[in-house]
C-alpha cells in the first residue's frame, strides 16, 4: 500500500507536469498555424488584391471606350462611308474586348456576364443602326441613327454593366474593415 502511495505520488506530479506541457506546446502550435496563416493571408492580399483591381479598373475603362459616346467621336473621322464606319466600329470593339479578355480570370462570373452582354448590346446597336442606313452614306449618319437608338433605349448600352462592375468594385475593395 505504501509503495502504491509513493508511486502515485510520482505519477500524479509527472503527469500534471506532463499535461501542462503538452498544454503549452499545443498553445504554441496553433500560434505557429495562425502566423504562417497571417502570413499567406498577407501575401496574398500584397500579391493578388492590386491584380483583382486593376483588372476592374482595365474593364470600366474599356466598357467607357466601347460606349458610343466615347466611341463615335473617337473614331468618327476615320471613315468616308457609313459601311466603313460600321465596320470600323466594331473591329474597335473587337480589338478592345480581346486586349481585355484574360481579365475574366480576376472577375467574377457575374461581372463578366455583364461585360460581354454590354459588348454584345453595343455591337448589335451598330448594326442594328447600319441596317437602317445606306451602305454609301456619310459616317455621321450612322452616328445618329446609334445616339437615336440609344436616346429611344433610355440609357447607354453599358451603363447596368459599369454599374455592375463599379459595385463590386465598392464591396470587394473600398469597404472599410469592422471594427469590434
Given amino acids: 500500500m505504501e509503495l ?5 505520488k510520482l505519477v500524479i506530479p509527472a503527469g500534471l507536469v506532463l499535461y501542462g506541457m503538452y498544454l503549452t506546446v499545443k ?26 483591381l486593376q483588372a476592374y479598373e482595365r474593364m470600366v475603362l474599356f466598357l467607357e471606350r466601347i460606349s458610343p459616346n466615347n466611341l463615335l467621336p473617337r473614331l468618327g473621322n476615320s471613315a ?18 480581346n ?13 463578366w456576364d455583364h461585360i460581354q452582354l ?13 441596317a437602317n442606313v445606306a451602305a454609301d452614306a456619310a459616317p455621321i449618319e450612322l452616328s445618329k441613327k446609334i445616339f437615336g437608338q440609344i436616346i429611344d433605349q433610355g440609357q447607354q448600352p453599358t451603363a447596368e454593366a459599369l454599374r455592375v462592375v463599379k ?8 469597404e472599410q474593415p469592422k471594427t469590434t
Avoid: C, G, K, W
Avoid at 468616308?80 to 474586348?97: G, H, P, Y
Avoid at 454590354?118 to 447600319?130: C, D, G, K, T, W
Fill in 167 to 174: 459595385s463590386e468594385i465598392q464591396v470587394m475593395f473600398m
Fill in 99 to 111: 486586349h481585355n479578355l484574360s481579365q475574366q480570370v480576376y472577375m467574377s462570373q457575374h461581372a
Fill in 118 to 130: 454590354a459588348l454584345n448590346e453595343v455591337m448589335s446597336l451598330v448594326n442594328q443602326a447600319a
Fill in 80 to 97: 468616308t462611308t457609313a459601311l466603313e464606319f460600321q465596320q470600323l466600329l466594331l473591329q474597335e470593339i473587337r480589338e478592345e474586348f
Fill in 4 to 8: 502504491l502511495s509513493e508511486l502515485l
Fill in 27 to 52: 498553445l504554441l502550435l496553433e500560434r505557429d498555424a495562425d502566423r504562417y496563416r497571417y502570413e499567406v493571408q498577407n501575401r496574398y492580399t500584397e500579391a493578388v488584391i492590386p491584380i483583382r
